[in-house]
C-alpha cells in the first residue's frame, strides 16, 4: 500500500476513533458545550481527510461511489482479501 495513502487512512481511522468516543461521552453529558465544540471539529477534520482521501485514492464506502461522473468507481478498489488493501498482509501490487 501506499505510504501516503497508508497514513491518510491512519489519520482518518484515528479521527473516526475519536469522534466515536466523544459521541459515546456526549451520551452521557449532553450539555457540555466544550465537548460538543471538540466533537464538531472532529467530525469536520474527519469530513475533510476523507474528502480528501477519496479524490486521491477513489471512495471508502459503495455509497459513496456515485459522483458527477458517469462510473460507480467502487469497482475499481481493491478488495479486502487483496494484500494491497490489507495492512497486515502488505506486499502485492493491485
Not at 13 to 30: E, I, N, Q, R, S
Not at 52 to 79: H, Q, T, V
Amino acid at each position: 500500500m501506499n505510504d501516503d495513502r497508508e497514513k491518510m487512512l491512519e489519520v482518518l481511522t484515528a479521527l473516526d476513533f475519536m469522534a466515536v468516543d466523544m459521541a459515546l461521552y456526549l451520551d452521557t453529558h449532553p450539555e457540555d458545550k466544550n465537548a460538543i465544540d471538540i466533537y464538531n471539529q472532529i467530525i469536520k477534520e474527519a469530513d475533510t481527510a476523507r474528502t480528501m482521501y477519496e479524490k486521491n485514492f477513489g471512495p471508502l464506502c459503495s455509497y459513496r461511489s456515485a459522483s458527477s461522473e458517469d462510473k460507480f468507481k467502487w469497482i475499481d478498489n481493491a478488495w479486502p482479501w487483496q494484500e494491497c488493501f490489507n495492512y497486515s498482509l502488505k506486499g502485492e501490487s493491485c
